[in-house]
């Protein structure tokens, strides 16, 4: 199996332009779920999908950023228009999810981003 | 007040060394716990799911106390191969990971 599959896996750019992560999640996984790292704030959750469809985006940080799941194997994160402060790694997880009482995300390599 | 508080460390040992290190977290409607594992500029992997009645996995030993709302990891005879970060996850009762900001562990020869 391949894995979560995410590009670019380096992204610079200036403020203010608009900046498109994508990922391809686990082929037969149902979910799928962007995360943020950042040295100050760790790892946020900003989105996750089930089955495609948006469940809970309380995590995006402002009407800036924005998630699309168009089919079950893929997913776009967009940040319009990029700021400095949003320069973190971007990570994309997906899971199995059979039961509700435990499953495990799989993470994808991540997207570096920088904003200048 | 952290969702999920962890000691940054760094923890430096030696090679053979026994470490713990101990998280704590706030919502007491949490209903699953995780250790995951991160490599420098690498993604988190799952490390070990947590038992309430505490769970073993080779040199890796989870604990639970949801009475204190405390999950533990013990790792023996520490090898080089574990330097890394170890995140703390909880999984809350909206079904959301929520992670710790992870303690450094750096294993010396």
């Known amino acids: 199996d391949a894995g979560v599959i995410q590009s670019p896996r380096h992204e610079v750019t200036e403020m203010g332009q608009e900046v498109t992560l994508r990922c391809k999640p686990i082929s037969g996984h149902n979910s799928l779920f962007w995360y943020r790292q950042t040295m100050m704030r760790g790892l946020e959750l900003l989105i996750y999908?089930?089955?495609?469809?948006?469940?809970?985006d309380s995590g995006m940080p402002e009407d800036r950023f924005s998630a699309k799941m168009p089919n079950a194997s893929f997913s776009t994160l967009k940040i319009q228009p990029s700021e400095p402060r949003d320069s973190a790694v971007y990570f994309c997880a997906s899971s199995l999810v059979r039961q509700v009482a435990s499953y495990e995300q799989y993470f994808g390599p991540g997207t570096r981003l920088t904003v200048t | 007040r952290k969702e999920v508080e962890q000691d940054p460390g760094p923890f430096n040992v030696p090679e053979g060394a026994t470490v713990a290190f101990n998280c704590t977290y706030s919502?007491?409607?949490?209903?699953?716990f995780f250790w995951y594992r991160q490599d420098c500029r690498k993604e988190p992997k799952l490390l070990m799911s947590v038992y309430s009645s505490g769970n073993e996995d080779g040199r890796f030993t989870a604990q639970l106390n949801r009475a204190s709302q405390y999950i533990s990891l013990l790792i023996r005879d520490s090898k080089l191969s574990d330097s890394a970060t170890y995140l703390c996850?909880?999984?809350?009762?909206?079904?959301?990971?929520?992670f710790g900001q992870g303690t450094t562990l750096q294993v010396k020869p």
């Open positions: 999908f089930n089955n495609n469809v948006p469940i809970d």
């Open positions: 996850v909880v999984r809350d009762n909206t079904g959301k990971l929520i």
């Open positions: 919502n007491s409607a949490s209903q699953s």
